[in-house]
């Protein structure tokens, strides 16, 4: 079953999705050559603090840490740890949530750290954070969940790979339902499956974690002997884009961006939805 919100708990998730956008803002500016991943996790758990929320990531299924750090060939679920320090060169996905008075905040971003990165890999977080607002874009009244699907795996195979090739929509992990819970129905796929049919229609207070993974080669992950670390399973790097995106009667509201989404869905002419929070 999904979950259909009404306004007022669509305010209650605007105000998690903000301390998320503070998580984001706080652990980039602290990912820097020398720091450790542990390093980053407690600059977030600070942020949930000053702000009275609650990480609804520690202790989910047993998940050691307040966010997921996961670096290079690291899809995601990577767990913080004194002994992984960011290098020069590095990029990092970090994903992060947020609970407030009982509803949830989940999204991720891909940084570089230092600098001389390759074009490849600014083009690789270039192309995983617009195919994550072309499926943003998607979110209208009367379509359908695969149209979401469609507008992510559209943008990724419309785009020219360095070197040749094509990009990897990462298979086994996708978006998903949010608000009473983290994860909820539905599941959001980042490419079409057709034995998978339409999905359910896009209504007023329908909300949806939407979170592209792309890898500069295969689709195919592995999961490490921490029963929580994905990897490519060819060792090329990988990129995570993730916001929470809530359907209004006035559009849709990217409740993890600071902005709500409003100068990003400009560009693809949709004015995003006022914020319930001013």
Known sequence: MVQ????????KMRAAGLVVAAIHAATREAAVPGASTKDLDEVARKVLAEH???SNFLGYGGFPATICTSVNDVVVHGIPSDEVVLKDGDIISIDCGAIVDGWHGDAAYTAFVGSG???ELIEL????EESMWAG????KQGNR???VSRAIETYIRRQ???GGGRYGIIEDYGGHGIGTEMHMDPHLLNYVDRRRGKGPKLVPGFCLAIEPMVSLGTPKTEVLSDDWTVITTDGTWSSHWEHSVALTEQG??????PDGGRAKLAEYGITAAPDPLG
């Open 52 to 54: 009275g929320a609650k």
């Open 252 to 257: 849709p509201l990217v409740l993890t961006a």
């Open 125 to 128: 977080s270039r192309v995983t």
């Open 136 to 139: 943003i874009a998607a979110m």
């Open 145 to 147: 969940l695969v149209d």
């Open 117 to 119: 990165h390759a074009p």
């Open 160 to 162: 020219p790979k360095p």
């Open 4 to 11: 259909i919100k009404t306004p007022e708990q669509i305010a």
